[in-house]
């Protein structure tokens, strides 16, 4: 068959051969342990200075590099690994949309903002939450394939903060978890954290709810 007599698609025309690699079998045992990593339920976010560690130990291990010096793993080569093996940045977990801003919400702000501007900046307070999921992984990894299906871990501890416009009056932190006495609390013989500054308080799921704010307000 003549190479003239082929018609390729506009696909096939741009493809690019990857070179090959210099240590075929290293890339294949790291490639394969990739594969698992991103498999197993438990495992972390991947990263290049991760590929970088495994591929070192590796280089100890295979007995066909036995007695050679490791090589330095650098970036042209960890760009190729990822370009031969479709290693890509990847969302390992789905979230909604953040919420939408329309002309109600934006009238609103507009009249906060009007409201503020009848008090002098020291007596212009701001509060605000924030929550600390503290069980949650990264849901950013270099992975083989798109997965889906794993749901985050949102175990969370909400934080309230308090604060006037020159940040010269910090009000104490609020924390709202789920547990009367954490064990950490136990474990440090902490009954409260009036002690520390702050105040500890809790439901059911943790979060902010109306019989907090208005203790908090009072």
Known sequence: MHLDDMDLSKYQAKVKKNRQPAWMTLEAALIEWQIRYDRHPDS??????????????????LPEYAG??????TEGWLAGFKKRHSLKER???????????????????????????????????????????????????????????????????????????LGTDRLPLWFIGKANRPNCFRS??????????????HNDTAWMNHYIIKEYLR
Request: net charge neutral.
């Open 68 to 73: 050679k010096e490791c090589p330095k793993w």
């Open 188 to 201: 440090e013989r902490l009954y409260s954290l009036e002690t520390l500054g702050a105040h500890w308080r």
């Open 44 to 61: 972390g976010p991947t990263t290049g200075d991760l590929l970088r560690y495994k591929a070192t130990e590796f280089w100890g291990k």
């Open 91 to 165: 969302r390992r977990f789905g979230e909604a949309a953040d919420a939408e801003l329309n002309e109600d919400s934006e009238r609103i702000m507009e009249e906060i903002r009007q409201e503020c501007k009848k008090y002098t900046a020291d007596c212009v307070y701001n509060m605000d939450e924030t929550g600390y999921y503290w069980k949650m992984k990264p849901d950013q990894s270099l992975s083989t394939f798109e997965e889906s299906g794993r749901k985050k871990d949102k175990a969370r501890i909400t934080v309230n903060l308090t604060c006037n416009a």
